[in-house]
RNA sequence: UGUCCGAUGGUGUAAUGGUAGCACUGCAGAUUUUGAUUCUGCCUGUCCAGGUUCGAGCCCUGGUCGGACAACCA
């Protein structure tokens, strides 16, 4: 125990509410949430931090968790969507309970009691062309005025409300309103929408219906139908409250009521969220598809080599809360490391070589070298690395006229050879261009690791190495920020897409990889000693093996240079 | 000239009238066969003005600043 025994843990202000709700028995004691995706897009990091925190909660205290499409609008939704979105929760390590909901299973209550509405003077038929009824709303600093429409008989609504969902008008030829306050503050009370004509074919209902709910006469009700208890959701739904609760007045019997309650959602620095604008991205092909790794999607994410458990302690760190906040990517990034270290077996791989020969090594010989997968777990385990004259070591190990500071290779300079020996710059050559082809080394036998010379303190730093006789052939993709700016839709003046990091992707194709890697599978991650995290993509192939960085080592060294 | 919501270090988030804490970032240092990890230390904060109170980041009043709201989107 670190803390004292009654010392609390504090709750964010979702967990107080619930702890309240609990204490005086509301529901009778029920906790039930939902998370509420519209198909019609891949899920992002964003709705990680929802999904964290509903199937959180629900686990925190005993209760349950639904899954419901919020699918009341065909002309954008898609199983495509539903499909991953599914696929990503259960990625993400979480289970919704009893089988997916979608709200177009309630189309049947929910036209019933719009019916209900009607007949209780409460909702009327406004066949009103758009741009009048937009007019006669006002605007936030104005009230609006009344539909000519708003106070026609009940049957005639009635009929002509049947007559809408008989398919006899096209679409958008009148609307069905709820009878609220014109001149409510809120634009939101201003006779809202509940249903409007689309002669379009449903993902699930097909062509069942030609008029569909909007979003707020669907919400409430479908939290009501399945029980949930806490309707969460994020900070632009506060100012539709009112008509959540409107909504819920109209239809609630006995004590049971679901109430909403709104958090800030969550933005990351150097990232777009909006679903719009990660659509445009893959649409105009800035990127390769939803899951390309630099996307900040679900499925991005999970190609780029993120565990789930990453992601949810990242959404365990950044908190709950209403005031509007930009998470800094380092924090994402802190999280994946930290579960990759934990996890991730270590290798060699040199994804810019460079030759050495190490002219004093038998020229046929290979020793098989027993290194530690992880030196900071034994039991990770050991591989077989095979050592050979000649190998590759990283072309920035090396320099030619180094500076004093520079820990590694150069001219007269000795570096240890990770799990091998030290060795001793005598020479090298350059090619017609003046880069440097071969270094030429001499290594003391003495100093093979764990031997007894092995402790032999020198200046330069452990690198890492490849057998050039034994390396597998690789494609390394290196991975950088998506944009270059710190908040890239928050420019008035320029699109977005101005800020695209040209450089956040290079495609390494001459990379060496220790042997040991041969048997790896797509979604393997490996650190790839001194240079990162790295995750094999599924595009490999039997004859080339393609392998995504998924976040560089820290680098104190490369700031300081 | 509307309604609703919010404001604590660079970034997040706690403190629920009683010592402003934690994490990330940054900066130093120790250890290191990964310039990683690990460990240690440091920097930096209650939007402003009043009020209530023995005591206010917290309660009240007034400001300031920021966000949301005017789709037949969710």
Known sequence: MDFPENEKKSLNFIESIIEEDLTTNKNQGRVHLRFPPEPNGYLHIGHAKSICLNFGLANEYNGLCNLRFDDTNPEKEDVEYVDSIMEDIRWLGFQWDDGPKY???????????AIQLIKEGKAYIDEQPQELISEQRGVPTRPGINS????????????????????????????????????????????????????????????????????????????????ITHSVCTLE????????????????????????????????????????????????????????????????????????????NFADRIGVAKRDNVIDVSLLEFSVREHLNQVAPRAMAVIDPVKVIITNYPENDVEDLELANNPNDENAGTRKVPFTRDIYIERDDFMEDPPKKFFRLGPDREVRLIGAYIIKCDGFKKNDNGIVEEIYCTYDPDTKSGGSGAKRKIKGKAIHWVSAENAIDAEVRLYDR???????????????????NPDSLKVLNNCKLEQ???SVVAGDKIQF??????????????NMLVVNRTVPLRDSWGKTK
């Open 148 to 227: 000519p429409y708003r106070n026609r008989p009940i049957e005639e609504s009635l009929d002509l409300f049947t007559r809408m969902k008989n398919g006899e008008f096209e679409t958008g030829a009148m609307i069905l309103r709820s009878k609220i306050d014109m001149s409510s503050p809120n634009m939101h009370m201003r006779d809202p929408i509940m249903y409007r004509i689309l002669h379009q074919t449903h993902h699930r209902t097909g062509d069942d219906w030609c008029i569909y709910p909007m979003y707020d006469w669907a919400h409430g009700q479908s939290d009501y139908i399945e029980g």
């Open 516 to 518: 040991s890697l041969k």
């Open 103 to 113: 709200a177009s299973d309630y189309f049947q209550q929910l036209y019933e009691w």
């Open 482 to 500: 998506l944009f270059i700016d710190e908040n890239p839709d928050g420019h008035k003046e320029k699109d977005f897409k101005e800020f695209l």
């Open 237 to 312: 739904f506060e100012i539709h409250r009112p008509l959540y609760d409107w909504a819920l007045d109209q239809i609630v019997e006995g004590d049971y009521r679901p109430r909403q309650i709104e958090f800030a959602r969550l933005n990351l620095s150097y990232t777009v969220m909006s679903k719009r604008k990660l659509l445009q991205l893959v649409k105009d092909n800035y990127v390769n598809g939803w899951d390309d790794p630099r996307m900040p999607t679900i499925s991005g994410f999970r190609r780029r080599g993120y565990t789930p458990e990453s992601i949810r």
């Open 529 to 542: 000693q001194r240079l990162g995290y790295f995750c094999v993509d599924k595009d490999s192939t039997e």
